[in-house]
């Protein structure tokens, strides 16, 4: 009985060592340091903390959807390359998302990315001359297609404004302002760009086309 007993403690004591040692191994794979790269307007400590759940979790079992779910939650974030470095690091390249104007609806204040997708707002010293959309995503989405598809020059736009009756108002640089109709409003900016290249331009600052086949110059 008493060999037994001896027996069963030097293998539990046995098992326990060999336990022991596995988990020391599979420990050194704990995520311990995050490399964040290629962030230009996001801090390294607010992408970190975005990643905060997921230190110390095994990178040998570390899924990409995890990284996604956390990093997302920021709007400035448009996507990101992960790279593991054994044993326990994890290196970050992050895409932002960049900012091509200042959207107010209902109260709100957004920026918009270059693909129209909504961005949380914040006082960013590099986008502080950014033009400014009165309205709503929907409908500007469809105008600033239409504004590419003629190659009106959009770095002249200081602000767009919609209007309930479906029509845009758009002041440009130099305190010039053009009225659009709510219908062909591309014809009117065409007519708008042929203008503006002639020598008479600079004498007016208000273009308005609302008039259908009219326009107006003051």
Same mark, same amino acid.
């Given at each position: 009985m008493r060999k037994?007993?001896?027996i069963a403690l030097s293998l539990l004591i046995a098992l326990t060592t060999i336990s022991s040692k596995q988990d020391f191994k599979i420990s050194?794979?704990?995520?311990? =340091?995050?490399?964040? &790269?290629?962030?230009?307007?996001? =801090?390294?400590?607010?992408?970190?903390?975005?990643?905060?759940?997921?230190?110390n979790k095994n990178i040998l079992f570390l899924e990409s959807n995890e990284i996604k779910n956390a990093l997302m939650q920021n709007s400035f974030i448009e996507g990101f390359n992960?790279? $593991? =470095?054994y044993p326990?690091?994890?290196k970050i390249k992050i895409f932002e998302k960049k900012p091509i104007a200042v959207l107010y609806n209902k109260k709100k204040k957004f920026y918009l990315s270059e693909k129209l997708d909504l961005i949380e707002f914040k006082n960013l010293k590099n986008y502080q001359n950014l033009p400014h959309i009165f309205g709503n995503k929907e409908n500007f989405k469809i105008f600033y297609n239409d504004l590419k598809k003629i190659n009106f020059p959009l770095d002249i736009i200081e602000k767009y404004t919609f209007y309930q009756v479906d029509r845009w108002d758009l002041e440009i640089?130099?305190?010039?302002?053009?009225?659009?109709? +709510? &219908?062909?409003?591309?014809? +009117?900016? $065409?007519s708008f760009l042929e203008l503006k290249s002639k020598s008479s331009f600079k004498k007016y600052e208000l273009f308005d086309f609302r008039i259908k086949n009219q326009l107006i110059l003051k």
């Open positions: 037994r007993l001896v050194k794979f704990n995520l311990k =340091k995050i490399i964040v &790269e290629n962030n230009l307007l996001l =801090k390294d400590k607010d992408i970190k903390n975005l990643l905060a759940p997921i230190y992960i790279k $593991k =470095k326990n690091t994890l640089k130099n305190n010039k302002v053009i009225k659009l109709p +709510s &219908e062909n409003y591309t014809k +009117s900016l $065409k």
